[in-house]
């Protein structure tokens, strides 16, 4: 079985952050709007890349350091310089 990547992510303006990943080559498979346009589920795909965004409208806790690393990220095999040199040409998401 190919291995495969996925992250779920909240960002205070989802529009924002969807519309950046799809700048650097993620693909909106799925969309879900929840009350007052809130994404309550978005699904975008890069290659075997997944990404799950929804708004953070509800409180979470942030994992503490554990020496450099909160033990939470993605890593993945994608064009690295491609994918590289498009996220640095872009502003980030809020």
Same mark, same amino acid.
């Given at each position: 079985?190919?291995?495969?990547? +996925?992250?779920?992510?909240?960002?205070? %303006?989802? =529009?924002?952050? *969807? @519309?950046? #990943?799809?700048?650097?080559?993620?693909?909106?498979?799925?969309?879900?709007?929840?009350?007052?346009?809130?994404?309550?589920?978005?699904?975008?795909?890069?290659?075997?890349? +997944?990404?799950?965004?929804?708004?953070? %409208?509800? =409180?979470?806790? *942030? @994992?503490? #350091?554990?020496?450099?690393?909160?033990?939470?990220?993605?890593?993945?095999?994608?064009?690295?310089?491609?994918?590289?040199?498009?996220?640095?040409?872009?502003?980030?998401?809020?």
């Amino acid at each position: 079985m190919a291995s495969k990547s +996925v992250a779920y992510l909240s960002y205070p %303006d989802e =529009d924002t952050a *969807i @519309a950046w #990943l799809a700048a650097i080559g993620f693909t909106t498979v799925t969309r879900q709007d929840g009350d007052a346009g809130a994404v309550r589920h978005a699904e975008l795909r890069l290659g075997a890349a +997944v990404v799950m965004v929804a708004s953070d %409208d509800r =409180d979470y806790v *942030i @994992a503490s #350091l554990v020496g450099q690393s909160t033990g939470a990220g993605i890593l993945c095999r994608l064009e690295i310089r491609r994918f590289r040199r498009c996220a640095v040409e872009l502003p980030p998401p809020p």
